[in-house]
């Protein structure tokens, strides 16, 4: 499987994004749970939203507290697409965002998942 992410740029404060991570190859992608993890400079790897297959959990959505009420995760499994929308994007949310998928649980620690998409940069200024 691979995953390609796409969408990021520069935005001002207020503004907003969306992202997009493909997966191509052999998958069943609506068996994936689906994820997006951003990387600050200098910083760890965090976790910002995921969405479950549908039949992991019905498609249920998880957000990092950083996010919750400005970014959305949706997935269009007819397009092997997860989508991140981003609003009201703050010079915090500056990091490399890289997509997940996994046939099982997705940590959201981002150890031990099965594929990783390169990043895409947001870069948030003030």
């Known amino acids: 499987v691979q995953l390609q992410a796409s969408g990021g740029g520069l935005v001002q404060a207020g503004g907003s994004l969306r992202l997009s991570c493909v997966a191509s190859g052999r998958t069943s992608f609506s068996n994936y749970n689906m994820g997006w993890f951003r990387q600050a400079p200098g910083k760890e790897r965090e976790f910002v939203a995921a969405?479950?297959?549908?039949?992991?959990?019905?498609?249920?959505?998880n957000y990092a507290d950083s996010v919750k009420g400005r970014f959305t995760i949706s997935r269009d499994n007819a397009k092997k697409t997860v989508y991140l929308q981003m609003n009201s994007l703050k010079p915090a949310d500056t990091a490399i965002y890289y997509c997940?998928?996994?046939?099982?649980?997705?940590?959201?620690?981002?150890?031990?998942?099965?594929?990783w998409g390169k990043g895409t940069l947001v870069t948030v200024s003030s």
């Open positions: 997940a998928a996994d046939q099982g649980y997705l940590n959201t620690g981002g150890y031990g998942v099965d594929y």
């Open positions: 969405v479950a297959a549908a039949s992991w959990s019905g498609s249920t959505t």
